[in-house]
C-alpha cells in the first residue's frame, strides 16, 4: 500500500511538473508572461507543489522498503523460534539452512530473540545446537548440562559456562 503511494505521489509531482512547465512556457510564447514572471511561477510551482510531492513520495517509498526488511526480519524470528520450541531442539546449522543464511546472523537473531525476552533455553555453541528449555528449569540451573562445569552471568539473561561455551538463556 505504501509503496502505491509512493509512486503515485512521485507521478503526480512529474506531471505537475510538465503540466505547469507547458503551461509556464505557453504564456511566455503568447506574450501574456515576461520571462521574469515564468522564473518566479516556475520557482514557486517547484517550491510550493513539485518539491513536497516528489519529497512525501520518495519518503513514503523509503518506508516502504523498511517495512518490507522488517518484515523479513521477522519472519526469520520466527523460524527461528517456532523451530525449536517445536521440536525441542534444532541444530544451528539446519536453521541456517532453512533462513538461507549464515551462521553469524543466526547467532545475532538468537541473541536478539533473547533480548526480546521470547526465548528460553540454551545454546550449545560447539556442538551447533539451539535447546528449548522449561523457564523454571534454568533458573535454578547451577552446572552445565553440557561438562557440569559452574556457570557465570556473561550478560541480561545470558548464562555461560566457561568451559565448554555453552550458553543458557534465561527468561
Given at each position: ?8 505521489l ?10 505547469g ?144 561455551g555453552?550458553e543458557?538463556?534465561?527468561?
Amino acid at each position: 500500500m505504501n509503496k502505491t503511494v509512493g509512486i503515485i505521489l512521485i507521478v503526480a509531482a512529474t506531471i505537475v511538473l510538465l503540466i505547469g512547465s507547458v503551461w509556464i512556457a505557453a504564456t511566455v510564447a503568447e506574450g501574456s508572461l515576461r520571462v521574469s514572471g515564468a522564473a518566479v511561477g516556475f520557482a514557486l510551482l517547484n517550491v510550493v507543489l513539485v518539491i513536497p510531492l516528489l519529497a512525501g513520495g520518495i519518503l513514503v517509498l523509503s518506508r516502504a522498503k523498511r517495512e518490507v526488511v522488517d518484515e523479513e526480519e521477522s519472519k526469520e524470528l520466527r523460524t527461528i523460534l517456532d523451530a525449536v520450541k517445536t521440536r525441542g531442539q534444532v541444530e544451528i546449522s539446519q536453521l541456517v539452512i532453512d533462513l538461507q543464511s549464515d551462521r553469524e546472523t543466526v547467532r545475532d537473531q538468537i541473541y536478539q530473540l533473547v533480548g526480546m525476552g521470547i526465548f528460553e533455553g540454551y545454546v550449545n555453541w560447539d556442538e551447533g545446537v539451539l535447546y528449548s528449555e522449561d523457564a523454571a528449569e534454568l533458573r535454578n540451573l547451577e552446572e552445565c548440562k553440557n561438562c557440569n562445569g559452574k556457570l557465570s552471568l556473561v550478560g541480561k539473561g545470558i548464562v555461560a559456562c566457561p568451559f565448554c561455551g555453552t550458553e543458557y538463556f534465561l527468561p
